[in-house]
């Protein structure tokens, strides 16, 4: 449900003469970028059905994975990892035979543990390149944004609140002590930091419950992707860019592996 939102998120905002390529083994996805391919932006769209991505991944310089099952009422991110993580595995292997220069960005989750699955299918292919692998951990942010505007009553556009940690439950931690508006830094309560950081952290299962067995955060997640992968584009194109992103920190033996 992501992909067809993400899909027209970046139809509509890519730079021009850009080129969007779509895959899914659903038969209907050669369709939806035909659909697309109607909306006048000078972007290309071409969609790929079936088992194999290859001709969906030829000479791409980012690759976005939004693929995977997504939670239910009383899962947690954790428990999707049995089938998610090998659906990113064998994109990511066929990614590093294909485009094994491309900057990958993985929207599925559970983030924290698929990405070092990734990362290992692509060290085992000789081609990691961690500063090219990226698990999107922007919706935590764009949350962080709407809820700390809401509660300040300001205009979110202006709002920045840092999150790091990582994308489940607890490991997300928004630096409410770090927040501004227009560059002024934010001031909170005690009693709201703790609510906007147990907030921020339970978004995804707030979502899920409001949507009763009907899916999870397909909407916010596709805007979120599509921040990030606007982001990867604008600085490959030379521009300064910061996003924040889940990604290998092994830069001292007392440091985590992983981290955003």
């Known amino acids: 449900e992501i992909g067809q939102s993400l ?3 970046l139809k509509l905002n890519l730079p ?10 659903s038969p209907i996805t050669p369709g939806i970028a035909v659909d697309l391919s109607h909306i006048p932006t000078d972007v290309k769209v071409t969609g790929f059905a079936g088992e194999d991505p290859t001709e ?14 997504a939670r239910k009422p009383g899962m947690t991110r954790a ?3 049995n089938v998610n993580a090998t659906i990113v595995y064998n994109l ?24 070092p699955i990734a990362a290992e299918v ?23 944004n709407t809820f700390v505007a809401e509660a300040k009553d300001v205009n979110v556009k202006y709002v920045r609140v840092p999150v790091i940690g990582g994308h ?10 770090q927040a501004t508006v227009n560059g002024l830094k934010l001031e909170f309560t005690q009693e709201q930091i703790e609510q906007l950081t147990h907030r921020i952290q339970n ?27 606007l982001g990867l584009v604008r600085a490959l194109i030379g521009e300064d860019v910061i996003r924040y992103a889940y990604v290998d920190n092994t830069n001292g033996e007392t440091s985590p592996a992983f981290f955003a």
Do not use: H, W
């Open 7 to 9: 899909a027209l998120l």
């Open 16 to 25: 021009a003469k850009s080129e969007l390529s779509l895959y899914d083994i």
């Open 56 to 69: 969906a991944l030829k000479d791409a310089d980012v690759v976005v994975i939004s693929a995977g099952v």
């Open 79 to 81: 428990d999707l990892f």
């Open 92 to 115: 990511v292997e066929k990614a590093a035979k294909v485009c094994p220069k491309a900057c990958i960005a993985i929207i599925t989750n559970p983030v924290n543990t698929i990405i």
């Open 122 to 144: 692509l060290k085992k292919a000789g081609v990691y390149d961690k500063n090219k692998l990226f698990g999107v951990t922007t919706l935590d942010v764009i949350r962080a």
């Open 168 to 177: 489940s439950g607890t490991t997300i931690l928004p630096l409410l002590s």
């Open 203 to 229: 978004a995804g299962t707030e979502v899920v419950e409001a949507k009763a067995g009907g899916g999870s955060a397909t909407l916010s997640m596709a805007q979120a992707g599509a921040e990030f992968a």
